[in-house]
Every structure is written in structure tokens, then in C-alpha cells.
């Protein structure tokens, strides 16, 4: 395949499922002769220096978080004049519907949009982004060549909203499988560094404290599995995770599981965690494709989660479903997991690491990325033989 350029366009880096799986797609499309650039519409961020040093150019825009800036167009348009890509791939709302217009300026290169956020409920969504998504429906009949849904319940509820169905496809997160492996000594390690029992069951949850990631939710069902296994241990990690939040402390003091519970924060090694966990919980109220889910089921962890976004589909057979804002379904689901033995959730963990390679290896998920790109591509040198000269 010959050399293509790609231009992408997201709204920010930082640690984010859909600023994450760019730096994945970067890493995993060098062999399919793909050259990247990145335009980011916010400056700084810990994914920039992620993809700066696979030897991609990141470009800031210098817009403010909340701040609508209308020459913002102009200047991405400029850029996109300087890099004369072949396709221009934008990542969430604001960056949709900024790279659109910007890539009609610049001479209507093919632009293919990237939606990652199964929740359109203007109820829980900042008013900025529910009209920009609103307005991006109206116009993906007009400004994108294809839209990429980086699940199957993205496309159900944007399809719902108004997007142009005909125009999208649904490419889930992919996943490392050399990276993510589980490490035994890491994980044993961290459970002594964590007082924990080698033999103890741990239960993990890896979120930052957000609303749509429930933490209550969790604890409550914490409480309901404490009472059933004495010996099990929880442990905690992300964002806003620490012992001086009291969104978390309160309620773990109410619910008296303080000396059950162990709150890690951001932690830079995350394999260490899978690796020491037994069981993965998810319990979000709402979600698009779980990046957690996958990470750890290709480290072998089986998962509790609860039915939101793609989890039931990405779980499978190899893991168990409770219904959102359940706690007691979901301490079910968990104790479920941890009623088995340990050949037996061994078993079970290798089903779901076999279960990622086979829909979810990011190898695979880049190639189609490429095939989009070449489509997109090929559209377009077809409409312009047509064209008169």
C-alpha cells in the first residue's frame, strides 16, 4: 500500500479513552503505510507526549476548555493547507465539527469523524457539547465522508439523535495483547506492598471518580460482598482515588470498610494492578466501549460489569452482567466470580484474554482504520475523474 497521509484532529490529550486509542492507532498503522500528523484543539496534555515520541508532530491550537473560539477554523485550516493530507481523521464533538468546516476551507479534503460516547442525554452533558453534537448531526449528512462509532450503542443513540446512518461504522477500541499480559511478580509485589494476603481474593475497580463511573454504586455493592466474604480485599485506582477525597473516604467510613479498602490514586504502572486483582469490577451508570474491560481481560482478569454501552458485548461469556445502579446485582456478579475456584477463574480469565485477540487485537482494529481511510480515498479520486474539467 502506498504512503497516506492522515491528518488528525481531536479536542485534547489527556488520558482519555479516545486520546488514548489514537496512540494506539498511531503505533499499530505503521505498517500499513500510513504517515500521521496531529492537531489538537486544547495545547498540552499527557497523550502529546505520548505520540510525540512515537515521532509524530503534535500541533496545538491554543483553545480554552469551554471557550468557543471562531478563528479556530481558520487557523486549522491553515494547518491542514500546510500538511496536504489525504484524509483528515477528527476524535469527539467540537473537533467534528471544527476539522469539517476547516477541511472544506482547505479544499475539501474527505474528513472521517470519530464519535466515542454512547451517552446523548442533555440531562448529563455539558450545554456547549449536547448543541455542538446537535449541530454535528444536522451536518453529517454534509461535512463527513464516513463516521467511525467506537461502539455498537454509539451508533444506536447518535443514529437516534439524527447522524446520517448510512455514513457509520463501528470500530471498536483495540488492545495490545504484547503489552498487556499479566505479570505475576508485579502483581505479587504489589499485594505485599498493599498488606494483602497472597492467597486473599482482591476485587478491583480502575476509575476516576466521575459520576458516570458510580462509585457509590461500587461501594454499596463493597458492603453486600464484605458481609459474604470476610476475607476479600478492595482495591482502587484513578483520578481523585485517595483517602482525602470525601466523595470517597465518606462513604467507605460509613459503610465501615476502611481496613477492606485500599485507594491508590493514579497509579503509572496499571499492570501491576490487573495483575494482583482477581476480579475487575465496572460500575457505570453509563459508558461507550470500556477501555478497563478490555486491559484487563487481555491481562486474563475476569470481569463483573454492569450492562451499559458495549460491556455485555465485549464481556461475552467470559465474565458476568448485573444491571446498572444495582448494588446488590452486581455484589451477586462479583461473588459469582469469586465462588469459583481458582483453576476454574483461571479458566475463565484465559477465555477472555482469548476473546480480545479474536475481536478487539489492535493490529486488527488499525487495519480497519486503513481500509476506511482507503475507501474514503478512493471516493474521492473517483468523484474527481467525474468532475468536469
Same mark, same amino acid.
Given at each position: 500500500?502506498?504512503?497516506?497521509?492522515?491528518?488528525? *484532529?481531536?479536542?485534547?490529550?489527556?488520558?482519555?479513552?479516545?486520546?488514548?486509542?489514537?496512540? #494506539?492507532?498511531? #503505533?499499530?498503522? +505503521?505498517?500499513?503505510? !500510513?504517515?500521521?500528523? $496531529?492537531?489538537?484543539?486544547?495545547?498540552?496534555?499527557? =497523550?502529546?507526549?505520548?505520540?510525540?515520541?512515537?515521532?509524530?508532530?503534535?500541533?496545538?491550537?491554543?483553545?480554552?476548555?469551554? /471557550?468557543?473560539?471562531?478563528?479556530?477554523? =481558520?487557523?486549522?485550516?491553515?494547518?491542514?493547507?500546510?500538511?496536504?493530507?489525504?484524509? $483528515?481523521?477528527?476524535?469527539?464533538?467540537?473537533?467534528?465539527?471544527?476539522?469539517?468546516?476547516?477541511?472544506?476551507?482547505?479544499? +475539501?479534503?474527505? $474528513? *472521517?469523524? &470519530?464519535?466515542?460516547?454512547?451517552?446523548?442525554?442533555?440531562?448529563?452533558? #455539558?450545554?456547549?457539547?449536547?448543541? @455542538?453534537?446537535?449541530?454535528?448531526?444536522?451536518?453529517? &449528512?454534509?461535512?463527513?465522508?464516513?463516521?467511525?462509532?467506537?461502539?455498537?450503542? =454509539?451508533?444506536?443513540?447518535?443514529?437516534?439523535?439524527?447522524?446520517?446512518?448510512?455514513?457509520?461504522?463501528?470500530?471498536?477500541?483495540?488492545?495490545?495483547?504484547?503489552?498487556?499480559?499479566?505479570?505475576?511478580?508485579?502483581?505479587?509485589?504489589?499485594?505485599?506492598?498493599?498488606?494483602?494476603?497472597?492467597?486473599?481474593?482482591?476485587?478491583?475497580?480502575?476509575?476516576?471518580?466521575?459520576?458516570?463511573?458510580?462509585?457509590?454504586?461500587?461501594?454499596?455493592?463493597?458492603?453486600?460482598?464484605?458481609?459474604?466474604?470476610?476475607?476479600?480485599?478492595?482495591?482502587?485506582?484513578g483520578s481523585g482515588v485517595e483517602w482525602s477525597n470525601p466523595v470517597l473516604a465518606g462513604p467507605i467510613?460509613?459503610?465501615?470498610?476502611?481496613?477492606? /479498602?485500599?485507594?491508590?490514586? *493514579?497509579?503509572?504502572? /496499571?499492570?501491576?494492578v490487573l495483575s494482583a486483582i482477581d476480579v475487575l469490577v465496572l460500575s457505570s451508570r @453509563?459508558?461507550?466501549?470500556?477501555?478497563?474491560?478490555?486491559?484487563?481481560?487481555?491481562?486474563?482478569?475476569?470481569?463483573?460489569? @454492569?450492562?451499559?454501552?458495549?460491556?455485555?458485548?465485549?464481556?461475552?461469556?467470559?465474565? +458476568?452482567?448485573?444491571?446498572?445502579?444495582?448494588?446488590?446485582? !452486581?455484589?451477586?456478579?462479583?461473588?459469582?466470580?469469586?465462588?469459583?475456584?481458582?483453576?476454574?477463574?483461571?479458566?475463565?480469565?484465559?477465555?477472555?484474554?482469548?476473546?480480545?485477540?479474536?475481536?478487539?487485537?489492535?493490529?486488527? *482494529?488499525? +487495519?480497519?482504520?486503513?481500509?476506511?481511510?482507503?475507501?474514503?480515498?478512493?471516493?474521492?479520486?473517483?468523484?474527481?475523474?467525474?468532475?468536469?474539467?
Amino acid at each position: 500500500m502506498s504512503d497516506r497521509r492522515v491528518a488528525h *484532529v481531536i479536542s485534547s490529550l489527556g488520558a482519555g479513552g479516545a486520546e488514548m486509542m489514537l496512540h #494506539k492507532l498511531i #503505533k499499530a498503522t +505503521r505498517a500499513e503505510g !500510513l504517515q500521521h500528523s $496531529v492537531c489538537s484543539l486544547i495545547d498540552g496534555g499527557h =497523550v502529546s507526549s505520548m505520540i510525540e515520541a512515537e515521532g509524530v508532530r503534535v500541533t496545538g491550537l491554543g483553545m480554552r476548555q469551554g /471557550v468557543p473560539d471562531p478563528t479556530a477554523v =481558520v487557523r486549522l485550516a491553515r494547518w491542514l493547507r500546510q500538511e496536504r493530507p489525504d484524509v $483528515v481523521q477528527s476524535w469527539m464533538y467540537h473537533a467534528d465539527l471544527l476539522a469539517g468546516i476547516a477541511a472544506l476551507a482547505a479544499g +475539501r479534503i474527505p $474528513v *472521517v469523524w &470519530g464519535i466515542h460516547h454512547s451517552d446523548v442525554d442533555p440531562r448529563t452533558t #455539558k450545554r456547549l457539547t449536547h448543541w @455542538t453534537r446537535l449541530l454535528c448531526a444536522r451536518l453529517s &449528512g454534509v461535512l463527513p465522508a464516513r463516521i467511525v462509532c467506537g461502539a455498537g450503542s =454509539v451508533l444506536q443513540s447518535h443514529a437516534r439523535l439524527g447522524y446520517r446512518a448510512d455514513r457509520m461504522t463501528v470500530i471498536p477500541i483495540g488492545f495490545d495483547l504484547e503489552r498487556f499480559a499479566s505479570d505475576p511478580e508485579a502483581g505479587a509485589s504489589l499485594r505485599r506492598e498493599l498488606s494483602i494476603p497472597g492467597g486473599a481474593p482482591v476485587v478491583g475497580l480502575l476509575a476516576r471518580v466521575h459520576p458516570d463511573k458510580d462509585h457509590p454504586n461500587f461501594l454499596q455493592a463493597a458492603s453486600l460482598m464484605a458481609r459474604e466474604r470476610p476475607d476479600v480485599t478492595f482495591v482502587l485506582t484513578g483520578s481523585g482515588v485517595e483517602w482525602s477525597n470525601p466523595v470517597l473516604a465518606g462513604p467507605i467510613d460509613e459503610l465501615g470498610l476502611r481496613e477492606r /479498602v485500599r485507594l491508590l490514586g *493514579v497509579v503509572p504502572d /496499571v499492570l501491576a494492578v490487573l495483575s494482583a486483582i482477581d476480579v475487575l469490577v465496572l460500575s457505570s451508570r @453509563t459508558e461507550a466501549f470500556p477501555n478497563v474491560l478490555g486491559e484487563a481481560m487481555a491481562c486474563g482478569v475476569p470481569c463483573a460489569a @454492569t450492562d451499559c454501552g458495549d460491556a455485555r458485548e465485549i464481556v461475552g461469556e467470559t465474565g +458476568r452482567i448485573a444491571p446498572p445502579r444495582d448494588p446488590a446485582g !452486581l455484589a451477586r456478579a462479583v461473588l459469582e466470580l469469586l465462588a469459583l475456584t481458582r483453576d476454574e477463574r483461571a479458566a475463565l480469565g484465559r477465555a477472555a484474554r482469548d476473546r480480545v485477540r479474536t475481536r478487539y487485537e489492535i493490529g486488527a *482494529v488499525g +487495519r480497519r482504520y486503513a481500509e476506511v481511510y482507503a475507501e474514503v480515498c478512493a471516493s474521492r479520486g473517483a468523484m474527481e475523474a467525474r468532475a468536469p474539467t
